[in-house]
């Protein structure tokens, strides 16, 4: 079968469904801004990366104006490519950058299937969820107009969605949703896996300092340092921890940059603000800014942790909370939809208020002291993962999903070992 696969940021959500399609010999031509990332028998073709809008145009359009310039740019990338005679059976694609809103036109006998990730609201999940961070009565339009793609997506013809889970879905409002499959994204549980029953404890950081068997080590981790996941709280719980254990250190592992959300009103980091915040009232030898690591760095991580923390706004769960998840990590949760979707507080983790940095203290110290709550979770955690994450269910759902699309089998020839290169560099083979 031949597959237009549309992402921005090349391979971005498709990197499992990519290498799946690809070690079974599938045809597949990939659209996206130009990056260095590269996977063999992959056709990737780019589009130039649209100019940021003129300040004429109103706050609260630009996003969308430049959204409709990489659909365009997206459109005509593809004209070449069917120009030279490709067409495929199938588009796939994630609809939150516009790319895909005029490829019908090119090809419009083939179906689309659309990455739907979140409809956002003035009211009722991430918009002025945090009080400390309230918003001004003449942003909630701009907060309504960043569905302009999304609701533009939703008209589409010959077009079916998909998305991750529950609670993504359950934000698109309800006549959209029946034209919504859930499709719940797995991980590679033979990759994110828990620590051998043997395993050292030492674990040498990328910083160098090496965590002994004898210290206890909490983990966070985001793509960025930011309200949005809770950063600003992790940090507010320190202190007590610290103080109750001498052993603790912490690794906190995430740029710098703002990925959801405002910058903070100086215009600085939000880790610049919050250690202003915070000046003097913790112990620097014992907390690690890691920054971005790659990911097998990640992984070791993660299988180290004595205790992990995930934070977040009711918006888009992480793929690093299914990471952790898989890897049998003893998590400290927020009490939000996105988290309580995977976990279940006292059976596969602990929840906590989100707004609460004491609660979060008392809870991550409870995992460090009880070690049958830890082990308990920990396990619990790992069959949740087998259970519910196995990246063998989600593609084998996947498969489903496109051949009810296309009205055809996919056939699959036999699988060949695949390797990605780039950010999560190493060799993925199938199973």
């Avoid at 990338?77 to 939150?96: C, E, M, N, T, W």
């Avoid at 927020?334 to 989100?354: A, K, W």
Wanted: glycine fraction near 6%; aromatic fraction near 10%; charge should be neutral.
């Amino acid at each position: 079968m031949r597959f237009l696969i549309v992402h921005q940021n090349f391979p971005g959500q498709y990197h499992h469904l990519v290498r799946h399609l690809v070690a079974h010999q599938h045809e597949v031509v990939f659209l996206s801004e130009p990056n260095a990332n590269q996977v063999p028998n992959v056709r990737k073709i780019s589009y130039f990366s649209p100019r940021a809008s003129d300040e004429r145009i109103h706050r609260h359009a630009r996003e969308f104006e430049i959204a409709i310039r990489r659909a365009e740019a997206a459109a005509t990338a593809v004209r070449q490519i069917k120009a030279l005679g490709f067409s495929p059976d199938i588009i796939i694609g994630h609809h939150g950058w516009g790319e895909l809103l005029n490829l019908k036109d090119v090809f419009p006998a083939a179906p689309m299937l659309g990455y739907f990730e979140f409809f956002y609201k003035t009211k009722g999940q991430d918009v002025d969820f945090d009080p400390e961070f309230p918003t001004k009565d003449e942003d909630y339009p701009g907060v309504r107009s960043k569905n302009a793609v999304n609701l533009l997506a939703l008209t589409l013809p010959g077009s079916h969605g998909q998305t991750p889970t529950l609670w993504q879905k359950s934000t698109y409002p309800l006549w959209a949703q029946e034209g919504i499959t859930l499709l719940r994204e797995g991980v590679d549980i033979t990759a994110c896996h828990p620590p051998a029953p043997r395993a050292s404890r030492s674990y040498t950081l990328p910083n160098g300092f090496r965590i002994e068997s004898k210290h206890k080590m909490v983990t966070y981790m985001a793509r960025n340092l930011e309200p949005y996941r809770g950063f600003h709280v992790f940090m507010r719980a320190l202190p007590a921890m610290q103080a109750e254990r001498p052993d603790l250190h912490v690794t906190i592992v995430g740029n710098e940059n703002v990925g959801y959300g405002a910058m903070p009103p100086d215009g600085s980091s939000w880790r610049t603000t919050i250690m202003r915040e915070m000046e003097g009232k913790l112990d620097l030898d014992r907390i690690h800014f890691l920054g971005h690591v790659s990911y097998d760095t990640h992984l070791g991580i993660l299988r180290r942790s004595d205790a992990h923390v995930y934070l977040t706004y009711p918006f888009v769960a992480s793929w690093s909370l299914r990471e952790a998840i898989a890897s049998g990590c003893a998590i400290v949760g927020s009490d939000t939809p996105p988290v309580r979707e995977f976990i279940t507080d006292e059976e596969t983790g602990l929840l906590v208020p989100f707004a609460d940095p004491d609660a979060l203290a008392g809870a991550l110290l409870r995992l460090l002291e009880d070690d049958v709550l830890n082990r308990r979770l920990r396990a619990n955690a790992r069959r949740y993962a087998e259970a519910s994450l196995d990246l063998d269910v989600y593609l084998r759902e996947y498969d489903q999903l496109i051949e009810r699309l296309t009205h055809q089998p996919l056939v699959h020839a036999k699988p060949k070992t695949v390797e990605v290169l780039g950010p999560r560099k190493r060799a993925l083979k199938t199973r």
